[in-house]
């Protein structure tokens, strides 16, 4: 039987169109604008100034503290401003903006296509190759991996497991490089795992995606690594989510407020072994990912996959891919479950960009809410197991020791609750608002705990 | 049969008066002191429990003034200074006067000016929507349009302008309660001196962008020029992340900056005569010819 995790979840219609669109490469436009936050944590601070030259893959920003990532030039050419720029939802970030001079890469990167199957020894050198080339996760939330990948003390990792499971709707670039670049993500995972202390790895790939599971399990039996293995999963959103992904593949659960390290996990997505392998095996800093250009409104034909590089404009690479289609009513960045709504099409491409979603007015048309009724189904379908229907209550009437006790802290936001509300209840909106209530709430005890436990420690001493 | 009624009525009489001295005695042995004068203040209030004044409710506050025994830094905005010189008798201390404050609604992106550059779908809440993304408009700072001000406000003050999307404020029921100003996610609504018979001026706008980029977002919005802090004699415009802020405790309402401002985001209201922009520009530039004069 296929495994799958085991409490919640739901069945959307998968829709992966572009599922047979190979990757392309999209050529390079006029200028890049990149961001300084592409990743979880700090933005970075950018150390170019206005009128140096710059090579792709030459360092433009350092990180802005632990949790952050280095920055690199997409494109070589000259920087022409360092200046707030509107991101996808229209708030102000600073851009480096880099005029393209022809495609000249820094010294030492090997843009070739031979495998380098020899797996590094050096733990901490390998690392601090991963940390200088910017590498982060790129399942969505863009965590720098160096730091997941060195888990603190006392904790080890006991099972590496490589995302594949591409949940969301529509979205087919990791199964395209699953498919088109099997060997180079399995390369990857056995740094990685090389780095984690030699525990075993584990590719999770939904059944939805047969190509990429054959794909895979080829590379591996062809490359031989010890300890590597893929896993077909049931077909089940959210599985790529962290916590359902180990509950899918370890039968372990993650408690409340724990990171996957607390139960022997460390999850990785595929995108992210493939940068690993490229920044391990040939220097190449994280300045290109895959993304899909797709929708419901968006004929079969014009549907992508590209392989883009960070700072390319949103618009370009829409008007390269044919343009927006006629009845898109919503522009998404991401999957139609978890996705972000693209208010300002000038944004730039980020190392986390995944898609280009055109959806119809039918497709995401928000229905008018009705009275709660009390079903229970966003209880059935939370894969978290919490209450959707009372937390959207208790958020109404800022009830927040209410809500902490009921977990609302441990929501993932996957949508589960709205997805499946038939009185069309927007659960989601309220609770995430709730949610980082809650969160900085609990923020603020635990600093003020930590003062109070200074100061006691302090006391003493005088 | 006659006996058990009678005995009935004696047992539970008897009950009744025994429980009766109990309670009556554990009341005079228990009870708590409490000043008279918190009863009395309360009831000098107005009432709503609106939690203007920084407590939970009017009790909260009565009590808060009868402990300190002062009104150094105790005022309620709703009762206003009427109200504080009544608990200031009850006190038996000076009343500490403050000039009465009303809420003012700092942003002139109405459909006209500002035009929407994408719909939002979710769910109508300036919370939810701020929390989402920038807005429906090309202004990331101004007003959001759906009314979590007008929710907040327990004196039925503001409503939601259908033609403008902007709130609109009854400057009578307002009480200065600050109750809009927490629920705006965006900090537009500020609480500003009433002013003489109402009047005030104010810059209509908190678009920290540069001048090139607000102007493309909105008609009306402070584009940061800083001519209205230049011609202000008393020194109470700052220009702050491109936005004129107009300090109402230094103001002296001469209108000088409403008629020199380019795109009309200062804004005078409550003034008696409508702005004579003519005439303020001829003064303006009499004055300086006569700066210019002295210099020389």
């Known amino acids: ?462 | 049969m006659d006996i058990t009624i009678i005995w009935t009525i004696v047992v539970i009489t008897l009950l009744g008066v025994t429980l009766a001295a109990v309670l009556f005695l554990v009341a005079r042995k228990f009870r708590v002191e409490e000043d008279p004068r918190i009863d009395e203040i309360e009831k000098l209030m107005p009432g709503a429990n609106c939690g203007g004044c920084g407590f939970a409710g009017c009790r909260a506050f009565a009590d808060s003034c009868v402990k300190a025994g002062n009104l150094d830094n105790n005022f309620c905005p709703v009762g206003g200074n009427e109200t504080m010189k009544q608990v200031a008798a009850v006190l038996g201390c000076a009343a500490v006067e403050q000039a009465p404050k009303v809420a003012v609604i700092r942003c002139n992106g109405s459909c006209a000016n500002r035009p929407k550059v994408n719909e939002y779908d979710g769910l109508a809440t300036c919370r939810v929507k701020a929390a989402l993304y920038s807005g429906d408009t090309g202004c990331a700072y101004g007003c959001l349009g759906c009314g979590d001000c007008v929710a907040a406000c327990e004196n039925d003050a503001l409503k939601m302008n259908p033609e403008t999307g902007l709130p609109e404020l009854d400057e009578e029921k307002c009480g200065a309660c600050g109750k809009c100003v927490k629920a705006c996610p965006k900090g537009v609504i500020e609480l500003r001196n009433k002013g003489p018979r109402g009047m005030r001026v104010y810059t209509s706008c908190v678009n920290k962008d540069k001048g090139p980029a607000v102007k493309k977002a909105c008609a009306a919005a402070c584009i940061g020029c800083g001519i209205c802090a230049k011609t202000c004699t008393h020194g109470a415009i700052v220009l702050e992340n491109n936005v004129a802020y107009i300090d109402y405790t230094k103001c002296k309402l001469c209108r000088e900056c409403e008629a020199l401002c380019p795109t009309g985001a200062i804004h005078g209201v409550n003034f008696p005569k409508p702005l004579d922009k003519d005439a303020i520009k001829a003064r303006i530039k009499a004055r300086n010819e006569k700066a210019k004069e002295v210099q020389e």
Request: with cysteine.
């Open chain 1, 1 to 462: 039987m296929m495994k799958t995790f085991k409490i919640g979840g739901v069945h959307p219609n998968d829709n992966k169109i572009s599922r047979n669109c190979a990757i392309e490469v999209l050529p390079l436009p006029q200028t890049v604008f990149i961001s300084m936050a592409q990743h979880l944590g700090a933005p970075a601070k950018p150390i170019v100034a206005v009128g140096d030259q710059v090579k792709a893959g030459q360092v433009i920003a350092e990180p802005g503290g632990f949790i952050s990532a280095y920055v690199h030039s997409s494109v070589s050419g000259t920087v022409k401003s360092v200046a707030p720029r509107k991101d996808l939802s229209g708030n102000l970030m600073t851009h480096v903006e880099i005029a393209v001079e022809g495609d000249e890469w820094a010294e030492g990167i090997d843009l070739s296509d031979t495998l380098v199957t020899e797996i590094p020894t050096d733990k901490a050198e390998t690392l601090k190759k991963i940390q200088m080339c910017g590498v982060v996760g790129l399942g969505g939330a863009t965590f720098p991996a160096h730091v997941k990948l060195n888990p603190a003390p006392g904790c080890k990792a006991e099972c590496l497991i490589l995302n594949g499971a591409e949940c969301e709707p529509f979205l087919t670039s990791d199964n395209r490089i699953m498919i088109e670049k099997s060997k180079e993500i399995v390369i990857g995972a056995a740094i990685m795992k090389m780095v984690l202390g030699g525990c075993p790895a584990v590719i999770g790939i939904e059944e939805n995606k047969p190509e990429a599971i054959s794909a895979m399990s080829k590379a591996v039996a062809e490359l031989g690594y010890e300890g590597i293995s893929v896993m077909k999963l049931k077909k089940k959103y959210p599985q790529g989510g962290e916590k359902q992904l180990i509950n899918a593949v370890m039968k372990r659960e993650v408690k409340s407020g724990g990171l996957p390290i607390s139960v022997g996990a460390v999850v990785q997505n595929v995108a992210t072994s493939l940068a690993v392998y490229e920044a391990v095996q040939k220097n190449k800093p994280l300045v290109t990912n895959t993304m899909t250009i797709t929708g419901d409104c968006l004929p079969v034909e014009k549907q992508h996959n590209y392989l883009f590089r960070i700072g390319m404009p949103l618009s370009y690479i829409a008007e390269y891919a044919g343009g927006i289609p006629e009845g898109a009513a919503k522009i998404v960045s991401g999957g139609p479950m978890m996705g972000k709504a693209i208010s300002n099409l000038d944004a730039c491409t980020v190392k986390g960009s995944s898609s280009l979603l055109y959806l119809s007015e039918a497709f995401t048309k928000r229905k008018e809410a009705s009275a709660c009724i009390r079903c229970g189904k966003c209880a059935d379908a939370c894969p978290m197991g919490l209450e959707p229907f009372l937390l959207n209550k208790l958020a109404k009437n800022a009830m927040m020791d209410e809500l902490e006790a009921r977990s609302i802290q441990d929501c993932i936001s996957c949508g589960c609750c709205q997805f499946t509300c038939p009185a069309n209840i927007p659960l989601l909106d309220t609770i995430n608002i709730a949610k980082g209530q809650v969160m900085g709430i609990m923020r603020a005890r635990a600093a003020a705990a930590k003062a109070a436990a200074e100061a006691a420690k302090a006391a003493p001493q005088k």
